[in-house]
Nanobody, 123 residues
Framework: QVQLVESGGGLVQAGGSLRLSCAASGRTFSGYSMGWFRQAPGKEREFVASIRLNGGWTRYAEPVKGRFAISRDIAENTVHLEMNNLKPEDTAVYYC????????????????WGQGTQVTVSS
């Protein structure tokens, strides 16, 4: 059974940084891509970033380009999201997701989801 476990959320002031991690287990993830999505109160879940585990090809949502960086540790089946210059509008629950295929920004193309970790950015 595939499990995705997020960690690293918390409270930070605007302009600060946080690093989220997602540990995947339960199967071989060769050929898989992993991604981060977020959902703010009262809003729909939206794409943040994704990465192919083999090859490292990435894609980002426009609001986070230049501020967030996604990376992977293949040996540990772990994906990280380095978030810099955080803004209050980045406040959301951040979810890790995995899919068999190329990186995608579409929620319905991901097969597995974590439980989420809260990120709160104060102004």
């Amino acid at each position: 059974q595939v499990q995705l476990v997020e960690s690293g959320g918390g409270l930070v002031q605007a302009g600060g940084s946080l690093r989220l991690s997602c540990a995947a287990s339960g199967r071989t993830f060769s050929g898989y891509s992993m991604g981060w999505f977020r959902q703010a109160p009262g809003k729909e879940r939206e794409f943040v970033a994704s990465i192919r585990l083999n090859g490292g090809w990435t894609r980002y949502a426009e609001p986070v380009k230049g501020r967030f960086a996604i990376s992977r540790d293949i040996a540990e089946n772990t994906v990280h999201l380095e978030m810099n210059n955080l803004k209050p509008e980045d406040t959301a629950v951040y979810y890790c997701a995995a899919r068999n295929g190329l990186p995608s920004g579409k929620i319905n193309e991901f097969d597995y989801w974590g439980q989420g970790t809260q990120v709160t950015v104060s102004s």
